[in-house]
Nanobody, 120 residues
Framework: VQLQASGGGLVQPGGSLRLSCAAS????????MGWYRQAPGKQRELVAA???????NYADSVKGRFTISRDNAKNTVSLQMNSLKPEDTAVYYC???????????????WGQGTQVTVSS
């Protein structure tokens, strides 16, 4: 199982970026998918998550600015980030809770991380 993330980059304050992540490989089902971020010297934190049923959860710091979406048919999750601030600068990691077989338990998988830099 692999998670491939894309879409990071450099943007000015107030700008927008869209992150995407696709799960590939052999697995039975995906439960929650989401995005975490880690800034230098800080712990990794949840940014947003979405369940297979479409329920979403956001960090307070991004509510109203970020939108997470998911395509269950394509096993993808995206994060639309608007009104970006310098404090959003971090490495963003895609996460998915995946069960590889009907008899298996759900396990967390991580993408490789993509850098988002918000700076003028």
């Amino acid at each position: 199982v692999q998670l491939q993330a894309s879409g990071g980059g450099l943007v000015q304050p107030g700008g927008s970026l869209r992150l995407s992540c696709a799960a590939s490989g052999s697995f039975f089902s995906i439960n929650a998918m989401g995005w975490y971020r880690q800034a230098p010297g800080k712990q990794r934190e949840l940014v947003a998550a979405v369940t297979s049923g479409g329920s979403t959860n956001y960090a307070d710091s991004v509510k109203g600015r970020f939108t997470i979406s998911r395509d269950n048919a394509k096993n993808t999750v995206s994060l639309q980030m608007n009104s970006l601030k310098p404090e959003d600068t971090a490495v963003y990691y895609c996460n998915a809770r995946i069960r590889v077989a009907v008899w298996a338990t759900y396990v967390d998988y991580w993408g490789q991380g993509t850098q988002v830099t918000v700076s003028s």
